[in-house]
């Protein structure tokens, strides 16, 4: 109301009048004066006093805080990012470079995975810069990451570049084709030497320390035991992988390459190293000897089973009394053959060899199954003397 302005003014007059020196300007009265604002000007420093605009500044630009939070920002220009089209395409990058990153934790293949990455990093960058107010640290991100990958998938490419001559490409398709990829087999057989022999050469000595792994390209090899024992090694194996797979053992047997013999040898300690330095590599030889050392495990069983059912049957040729074993399994055959028809059944063949086997050590039933089915190739469930024979006279 008009008496509170003028009881607000008196106030301010007796209080400005007390302290003449530091309140009182010298170009503006105090008190009511016609055609003058009711309240005097405050000191800028007083509180609550609103800022005075001198006359004739120009007017003032309004703050981030004045502007509108709606307004875009951009990180390019507002005409390409405000395209229509632009706008409606942009949804769909999005989709695709999420599904692309999303398709990476479905690759096993280091490459493949580092192109994904880096396509799925570089499309979400555009869905960011697109954006009318794009959020600047995802956006930052993704440049980041679209870097890395590209900087790793090059490196990986340059990798796996494959230079192999042409004995080298034959090589690893011949016999390394199904266990590892060419680059991999590149890093392994520069590592090591391909040797021919020209004569039979010893190349590993019994009791001495396994130095080389070697793997036979063509010709052959012949390991011989302190038992006077030989085992003839084909192309395509391994000498000396115990000791790359575990720790390095003393050779069991000596090693002869043969005359014609072709060779890969590799340094056991250097293989080593560089396995250690290529992962991929040193799992792909090592499922390449494991297979090898499973196979050959099974070879000797074979042969350890072959001469078991041959000692059985020396066994039972022996329990007739009769030296030589065709005439020893005619009669033993005459003796159960209980319907004279010239066959034995399992039955019948069971009971003749319990009633041979005179030894300490019994021999069991599960022995002489397997024995009477190897001698009963098709099958029957009969065995006659001619297929005892054809069985014993088999390499």
């Given at each position: ?18 302290s ?26 007083c ?9 004739g ?7 981030t ?12 220009p ?23 990153l ?31 107010r ?32 042409e ?108 396995m250690?330095?290529h ?14 050392l499973?196979?050959k ?35 033993a ?17 069971h ?9 300490e ?35």
């Amino acid at each position: 109301s008009g008496q509170g302005e003028a009881v607000l003014t008196h106030t301010m007059y007796v209080h400005f009048r007390r302290s003449p020196r530091i309140f009182r300007p010298a170009s503006r009265p105090y008190g009511l004066v016609a055609g003058q604002n009711l309240i005097p000007a405050l000191p800028p420093f007083c509180v609550g006093a609103p800022a005075q605009k001198p006359v004739g500044a120009p007017a003032q630009k309004p703050t981030t805080k004045d502007a509108d939070p709606a307004a875009p920002t951009p990180v390019l220009p507002l005409h390409i990012v405000s395209n229509p089209v632009v706008q409606k395409v942009l949804p769909m990058v999005g989709n695709i470079s999420y599904l692309t990153l999303a398709a990476g934790f479905l690759c096993s293949d280091m490459l493949q995975l580092r192109c994904l990455l880096a396509f799925g990093y570089s499309s979400l960058s555009l869905y960011h810069a697109f954006q009318l107010r794009p959020l600047r640290i995802p956006l930052a991100g993704s440049l980041f990451f679209v870097g890395v990958n590209s900087l790793f998938g090059v490196k990986v490419y340059l990798d796996r570049r494959v230079q192999l001559n042409e004995e080298e490409r034959d090589i690893h398709q011949q016999f390394f084709k199904e266990d590892m990829m060419d680059y991999e087999f590149e890093k392994l057989i520069r590592q090591g030497e391909i040797e021919t022999v020209e004569k039979t050469t010893r190349l590993i000595h019994a009791g001495d320390n396994h130095q080389s792994l070697f793997f036979i390209v063509e010709g052959s090899m012949d390991a011989s035991f302190r038992d006077q024992t030989h085992i003839k090694l084909e192309k395509g194996e391994f000498v000396g992988e115990e000791s790359f797979i575990g720790k390095p053992q003393r050779c069991k047997s000596s090693v002869d390459a043969l005359q014609g013999c072709r060779f890969v040898r590799w340094d056991l300690q250097k293989l080593k190293g560089l396995m250690a330095k290529h992962a991929q590599a040193e799992r792909a030889l090592e499922v390449k000897v494991g297979r090898q050392l499973a196979s050959k495990l099974k070879m000797a069983n074979d042969r350890l089973s072959r001469s078991e059912h041959q000692l059985l049957v020396m066994r039972m040729a022996f329990g007739t009394g009769t030296s030589e074993v065709g005439k020893a399994l005619h009669l033993a055959f005459e003796q159960h053959d209980a319907d004279g028809d010239g066959t034995i059944t399992w039955k019948e063949f069971h009971e003749m060899m319990r009633k041979l086997d005179n030894s300490e050590h019994s021999v069991t039933t599960a022995q002489l199954r397997n024995l009477f089915d190897a001698v009963d190739e098709d099958a029957s469930g009969e065995i006659t003397v001619d297929e005892f024979l054809a069985w014993l006279s088999k390499e």
